[in-house]
């Protein structure tokens, strides 16, 4: 874990054997009460197999233990597995932009 002195920064990664197919961060804000997600990947490899879905339930897990109220992350337009991902895990589009991407965000409440 990092931190400093306005958040903390939680990264995570999953491994099989010693290789690391997959990795996913949170980012902690106390003063607004939501955690963002950011970095979540998994190794092309190992797609398909629910890992993704894995790692973002342990980031939500992660910001509720926090007592964090709204989990955010940011996607690209054309990263539509991951659009239609985090849609079925209940994030809703809030925002976007040409330049940031997509905006999601989801109550943990």
Do not use: C
Request: aromatic share 8%.
């Amino acid at each position: 874990m990092l931190t400093d002195a306005d958040q903390e920064i939680h990264s995570f990664v999953m491994k099989s054997e010693d290789w690391i197919i997959g990795m996913g961060s949170l980012r902690i804000i106390p003063d607004t009460k939501r955690a963002h997600a950011y970095h979540i990947f998994i190794d092309p490899e190992y797609r398909q197999q629910g890992l993704a879905e894995k790692m973002v339930h342990h980031l939500e897990l992660l910001g509720r233990s926090e007592k964090m109220e709204v989990m955010t992350l940011r996607v690209v337009p054309k990263n539509k597995p991951a659009i239609k991902l985090y849609k079925k895990l209940g994030f809703e589009e809030t925002a976007s932009s040409k330049r940031k991407g997509l905006f999601f965000e989801k109550k943990l409440n």
